[in-house]
C-alpha cells in the first residue's frame, strides 16, 4: 500500500509557483488574489487563513474582505464588481458555504470567468465538460495532479465518485470522463452504495461522513482518494474513509489530513499564477 503524500506534492508546486512569481515581478507584475468572506464560520476561517498564508510564502498579494452574516447580497456584488474592475486583482474567490439569503448562483456569476480561480462559474464549469481549456476547481484539480505524479493512469479504469456536489463530484467526473475513465457517481438517493464502491477500480469520496466507506465496502487493491475532512470529538481530523481498515485492503490511499487538502490550495495558487497571465497578456 502506497500513501499518496498531497502535502509533499503541494510543496514542489508552490516552490515552482514561487519562481513563476518572480519571474511575473520582473516583468512589474505582481499577481493579486481577492477573498470574499461572509460570516464567522470556523472552518471557513481556518481555510481563508490558510489560504492566505499560501499566497504569503509563495509571494502573491492577497486581500479578504470579511463580511457579515447579515450582509446584503448587492454589497457582495458590488464588491465583487470593484474587484472585476481592478487590475491588482487578478483572481477572485467567493468562500462558500454563503448565508441563506444569500443566491449563490447569482454571486458566482457575477464573478469575472478570467478571475474565477475557483472554477465555479458556469462559463468555465461549461468549458470543463467540453474538455475546453478553462478553470478547474481546485480539489478535482488537486486529485488528477495527485494521479499524476504518482503515475497512476485512469484510462479504462472504474471509478466510482461518492458525492455529487457542483465543486467536487461533478467537475471530478468531468475530469476523469475527459481522460477516458468509466464513471459512476453516487449521491444520498444511491440505493446501495457498496454494491458501486466494491466495482470500482479507483474511489473518490466526498461527502463530510466520518467513516463512511469501510473495508468490506473496497475491493483489493482498489486506489481510495478521500476528500472528506471531519473533526471527531476529540479534535481529531478524519477522513470519509476508515483509513485502519481499508489501507490493508487498498494498493493507494491519501491520508486526512495530508492528502487532498494541501493539493487544493496548491491548485487555487496555480489557478491565480493562470489568471494572472491570462488577465494582463496584452
Do not use: W
Not at 439569503?101 to 470567468?113: G, M, R, S, V
Not at 478535482?140 to 457542483?166: Q, R, T
Not at 479534535?235 to 490511499?253: A, F, P
Amino acid at each position: 500500500m502506497i500513501v499518496l503524500n498531497g502535502k509533499e506534492l503541494a510543496k514542489k508546486i508552490q516552490a515552482k509557483i514561487k519562481e513563476d512569481v518572480k519571474l511575473l515581478k520582473k516583468a512589474s507584475i505582481t499577481p493579486g488574489l481577492a477573498v470574499i468572506m461572509i460570516g464567522d464560520d470556523p472552518a471557513s476561517q481556518v481555510y481563508v487563513a490558510k489560504k492566505a498564508k499560501a499566497c504569503k510564502e509563495v509571494g502573491i498579494y492577497s486581500v479578504v474582505h470579511e463580511m457579515p452574516e447579515n450582509i446584503k447580497e448587492e454589497t457582495i456584488l458590488n464588491t465583487i464588481k470593484l474587484m472585476n474592475e481592478n487590475q491588482n486583482i487578478n483572481g477572485i474567490l467567493v468562500q462558500l458555504p454563503l448565508p441563506e439569503h444569500i443566491n449563490q448562483t447569482k454571486i458566482l456569476e457575477a464573478i469575472d470567468p478570467k478571475k474565477d480561480v475557483d472554477g465555479f462559474h458556469p462559463y468555465n464549469m461549461g468549458r470543463l465538460f467540453l474538455d475546453l481549456d478553462s478553470f478547474v476547481p481546485c480539489t478535482p484539480l488537486g486529485v488528477m495532479k495527485i494521479f499524476e505524479e504518482y503515475g497512476i493512469d485512469v484510462k479504462g479504469k472504474d471509478v466510482c465518485i461518492v458525492g455529487a456536489s457542483n465543486i467536487v463530484g461533478k467537475p471530478m467526473a468531468a475530469l476523469l470522463l475527459n481522460e477516458f475513465a468509466t464513471v459512476d457517481v453516487c449521491h444520498i438517493y444511491t440505493k446501495d452504495l457498496s454494491e458501486h464502491t466494491k466495482r470500482a477500480d479507483i474511489v473518490i469520496v466526498a461527502v463530510g461522513k466520518a467513516g463512511l466507506i469501510t473495508k468490506d465496502m473496497v475491493k483489493d487493491d482498489a486506489i481510495v482518494i478521500d476528500i472528506g475532512i471531519n473533526r471527531l470529538e476529540n479534535g481529531k481530523l478524519t477522513g470519509d474513509v476508515e483509513y485502519e481498515g481499508v489501507s490493508r485492503k487498498c494498493s493507494y490511499i491519501t491520508p486526512v489530513p495530508g492528502g487532498v487538502g494541501p493539493m487544493t490550495i496548491a491548485m487555487l495558487l496555480s489557478n491565480t499564477i493562470k489568471a494572472t497571465k491570462l488577465t494582463t497578456s496584452k
